[in-house]
């Protein structure tokens, strides 16, 4: 089945440390892909996105991501965190109407 | 102000009730969604309208029924609630269908005991 995962559920981090989500798609083609942040009760934002081109892209906040397409991956790096990093860490792929989220990696930062 | 907003934040009822959720978005967005994140985070789409037209309506019960009197608004009831209605729901909005420039709400957290 079509799906986004990712590979961990709960990452525990020092501050400086430096941070690598994974995230891992199944769908075939063109495929434009994003990562979303949600900090302790508030709503999603975006992070970055990556349409084309460049297969490094870079967000807010110290983010970027790297597209390995015959990885299907689209994984999340930071090199150093920071304590208010702490939030939940959500991939998704775009399909034209509608996205389709991985199931989150909870990101603790420890100070 | 906030873009898109929902109420309650927070709600807790008993099995068999009926129960609504509202969502308003002041940015002048066409296309509204409704997704359910579930007890394992997952984030599923249910319903989008765009303009007061449904446009997605994924395999959710006929319990659900999404209702938008105006584009700025999008309610969602669910009749005889049951436990594994459980979950937070967010709201989100974007220009259009097509669009991925998403803005969403800070979700309703729905607890039925």
């Known amino acids: 089945a079509q799906s986004v995962s990712q590979h961990n559920h709960h990452v525990i981090l020092s501050e400086a440390a430096s941070l690598e989500l994974g995230c891992n798609y199944s769908?075939?083609?063109?495929?434009?892909l994003f990562w979303y942040v949600q900090y302790p009760g508030q709503h999603l934002q975006l992070l970055l996105k990556y349409f084309s081109g460049d297969p490094l892209v870079k967000g807010i906040k110290g983010f970027e991501a790297e597209f390995i397409k015959s990885k299907f991956s689209f994984n999340l790096r930071k090199p150093s965190v920071q304590w208010s990093d702490t939030a939940e860490y959500f991939c998704a792929v775009f399909l034209g109407q509608n996205f389709v989220f991985g199931p989150g990696t909870r990101l603790s930062v420890l100070p | 102000d906030t873009a898109v907003s929902q109420t309650p934040k927070y709600l807790v009822t008993q099995m068999g009730n009926d129960k609504s959720i509202k969502c308003e978005q002041n940015l002048g967005h066409d296309t509204m969604y409704w997704y359910k994140q579930d007890s394992k985070k997952f984030l599923k789409i249910m319903f989008s309208?765009?303009?007061?037209?449904?446009?997605i309506n994924e395999t959710v019960p006929n319990r659900f029924s999404p209702k938008s009197p105006d584009k700025a608004h999008l309610n969602l009831h669910i009749n005889s609630l049951e436990l594994g209605d459980s979950a937070v729901y967010f709201c989100a909005s974007s220009p259009g269908t097509g669009s991925y420039g998403y803005t969403f709400g800070s979700g309703t957290r729905l607890t039925v005991v």
């Open positions: 769908y075939g083609g063109t495929v434009n």
């Open positions: 309208y765009n303009n007061k037209e449904l446009i």
